[in-house]
């Protein structure tokens, strides 16, 4: 039976035998909400992201922009009526942006449970010191 990759793992060019110049990849499997777009290289691409808009493209280029193996990181909405985000990034030689964008998307995540468990201990004691009133 073949070995299927998670939805949450990418799918490198290299491991789909597309060079990246003539059709879009899919990254991951399942319900695909991000593909890399044609024209892409191990250490430039541009990704488009289904269903997300600035909330999701400011938060991930900020996160991706903190790894000092990312040379640049911007992102864009194409149109405003299209629920589509684009994120682009260059890394240096010694990373590729497959790997840059899943430490963004990691390091993203980990920052969601930091700020979520910080408001779920802060609203206990709020709902503690309320009760003892």
């Not at 290289?41 to 493209?57: I, R, V």
Request: proline fraction near 6%; include cysteine.
């Amino acid at each position: 039976m073949p070995s299927q990759t998670p939805a949450n793992e990418f799918i490198p060019n290299d491991q789909n035998g597309v060079d990246g110049t003539e059709e879009d990849v899919p990254v991951g499997t399942g319900d695909v909400k991000i593909r890399a777009l044609p024209g892409f290289s191990e250490n430039a691409a541009s990704f488009e992201f289904l269903d997300e808009d600035h909330t999701m493209g400011n938060a991930l280029r900020y996160m991706i922009m903190k790894n000092p193996e990312v040379e640049f990181c911007g992102y864009s909405i194409p149109h405003p009526a299209e629920a589509k985000m684009n994120i682009r990034i260059q890394t240096y030689e010694g990373t590729t942006v497959w790997e840059a964008l899943q430490k963004g998307l990691d390091d993203l995540v980990d920052l969601c449970d930091v700020v979520e468990e910080k408001f779920i201990a802060a609203r206990d004691e709020f709902n503690a010191e309320r009760m003892e009133e």
